[in-house]
């Protein structure tokens, strides 16, 4: 019954920001970890950046000087700002939420965002 869904996405231009948000609910749900990954048409989704309950963040390389992720300190609720975005970073955005104790894997049903050149 966990439903983990995206908000956020569109279309932008190159160097230009987007805020996306991702709320993770359940009756009983607890995250462990949340965090977003990213999937592009003949691409394998790949990690973007991850945040857990400590605060403790990690990035994808590509990303690190650019996105911020973050979250809110008592709700399952996770937001990644990307600023000076590129067109590479056009793909679908998934939200991942790691249930505490389980360490079960939730997922969202992306949300896309297009990056214009």
């Known amino acids: 019954q966990v439903q983990v869904v995206e908000s956020g996405g569109g279309s932008v231009q190159a160097g230009g920001s987007r805020r996306l948000s991702c709320e993770a609910s359940g009756r009983t749900f607890s995250s462990y970890a949340m965090g977003w990954y990213r999937q592009a048409p003949g691409k394998e989704r790949e990690f973007v950046a991850t945040?857990?309950?400590?605060?403790?963040?990690h990035y994808a390389d590509s990303v690190k000087d650019r996105f911020i992720i973050s979250r809110h300190k008592t709700k399952n609720m996770v937001y990644l700002q990307m600023n000076s975005l590129k067109p590479e970073d056009t793909a679908v955005y998934y939200c991942n939420a790691v249930q505490a104790g389980s360490n079960r894997y939730y997922w969202g049903q992306g949300t896309q965002v297009t990056v214009s050149s």
């Open positions: 945040i857990r309950w400590s605060g403790d963040t």
